[in-house]
């Protein structure tokens, strides 16, 4: 901005006040960069960050993609990462930490307003390198107004699933065998496999292989079910109403977290939930805890406006804004939650009782994405069994041998998260 244009807009100001008017200006100067955000939010989600990011008066240029990793990646090894990212991947957050890419997040917010198992400290690094800036819950499962399902485990023809995502295809199948290990083996069990400490093999133990084989033996209830799962993106078609209430299959249950709300549209307010334990293959009505998932903002600049957004987004006024503005749930204690009586669940669960952090996304990289893979294989050997005549579940020992295999190629890193579930 040259100063002849600023003497311009000064005098332009004063001739409005003098006239009764008034005017509020805000100039970029030349030399303060936007602070550039990579994030997952995309469509009217995205819209509603960027508005959110408006009033915390930093300038900023936001981009939102499915296939964020790969972006980020691509980012990092060009030498031009983006100045923060927020992402749900604590395991890929730890591995660019071990690399020195992260800045340390410990004076930007107050931990205080952050509990377990949020506030998943690195004791043997000192720092904390990350903090949720989006809250959600799972373990539960969604139904349709009126139709309430009974407290038994239920038949595959009820369950509503798709396996397909722009950016990783497979996960809904991860959060089946993460809910199933958590609500048939608990807490410690479900922590030790997450986190692989002690260092074992956790792939091959019993409440991981029993729980991936009553999924196996679920989906082989009707491999054509399961082919066409595979097939099937977990959102829907663009145009409908998600699975749930497009008639998919005729389903009417969907084991999904709570930003499926996103999916059903202005079927939202039709949609009700209830806990997943007693529906889950083998279920026997207790729930042990709730399995939750949040996106994570890091810093990977030293841009003293990039600290500054991260700490008013992360402040207690800030998450209530976006909470306020996007209907979306925040892992700040301090945070109040309006709304009808599903999100005040959704809102307690994740604030009362046990609950862990998703285990997919606190794994390294390579082993979520071989679980992600184990599970569309799984899938793809039921379909295929099918297409040979009587379905037989296929042998889960050989794929979880595959992913163990690259779990033990793994080396631990300094900045892990070193707990997954809280007791409270």
């Avoid at 997040?105 to 720092?127: C, F, I, M, R, V």
């Avoid at 139709?147 to 396996?163: F, N, V, Y």
């Avoid at 503005?325 to 669940?345: K, W």
């Amino acid at each position: 901005m040259t100063r002849r244009f600023k003497v311009l807009i000064i005098l332009v100001v004063m001739l409005l006040v003098a006239a009764g008017g008034t005017v509020v200006v805000w100039a970029q100067h030349d030399d303060r960069q936007p602070v550039t955000i990579l994030g997952t939010w995309t469509g009217n989600q995205g819209e509603q960050f960027e508005k959110l990011l408006r009033g915390l008066g930093v300038p900023f240029r936001y981009q939102g993609t499915a296939a964020q990793r790969e972006v980020l990646l691509s980012k990092v090894q060009s030498g031009e990462p983006p100045d923060i990212v927020i992402m749900p991947g604590l395991g890929e957050l730890a591995e660019y930490a071990d690399q020195h890419r992260l800045k340390p997040l410990d004076d930007l917010y107050k931990p205080e307003q952050y509990g377990a198992p949020w506030n998943a400290a690195t004791p043997q690094s000192g720092h904390v390198y990350w903090v949720p800036v989006k809250a959600d819950l799972k373990s539960i499962v969604w139904y349709r107004e009126g139709g309430k399902p009974a407290g038994s485990p239920a038949p595959l023809k009820d369950w509503c699933i798709g396996m397909g995502d722009d950016g990783a295809s497979g996960w809904p199948g991860t959060d089946w065998i993460e809910d199933l290990v958590l609500q048939r083996a608990g807490t410690q069990a479900y922590e030790k496999w997450a986190l692989n400490s002690p260092r074992g093999k956790w792939w091959l133990s019993e409440p991981v292989r029993s729980a991936w084989q009553a999924w196996a033996d679920l989906l082989g209830q009707d491999p054509a079910a399961a082919r066409h799962a595979l097939l099937t993106d977990h959102r829907g078609d663009p145009d409908s109403h998600g699975l749930l209430f497009d008639g998919w299959h005729g389903c009417s249950l969907e084991h999904q977290g709570s930003f499926a709300r996103s999916f059903y549209k202005g079927e939202a307010d039709r949609a009700r939930l209830v806990d997943s334990a007693p529906l889950l293959p083998g279920g026997g009505g207790r729930v042990r805890a709730h399995e939750v998932t949040g996106d994570f903002a890091a810093l990977f600049s030293d841009s003293t406006d990039a600290e500054t957004l991260i700490k008013r987004l992360a402040s207690k006024n800030g998450q209530q804004q976006w909470a306020d503005l996007a209907d979306v749930f925040s892992a700040n204690r301090q945070v109040r939650t309006e709304g009808h009586a599903v999100e005040s669940e959704i809102a307690r669960r994740l604030r009362e009782g046990p609950r862990c952090l998703d285990a997919s996304d606190v794994m390294a990289p390579a082993v979520r994405d071989a679980f992600y893979e184990a599970t569309l294989l799984t899938l793809a050997q039921v379909a295929d069994t099918g297409k040979k005549g009587a379905a037989k579940p296929p042998d889960v020992e050989p794929i979880l041998a595959n992913v163990q295999k690259v779990q033990d190629a793994q080396s631990p890193g300094d900045t892990a998260p070193r707990t997954v579930c809280s007791t409270r």
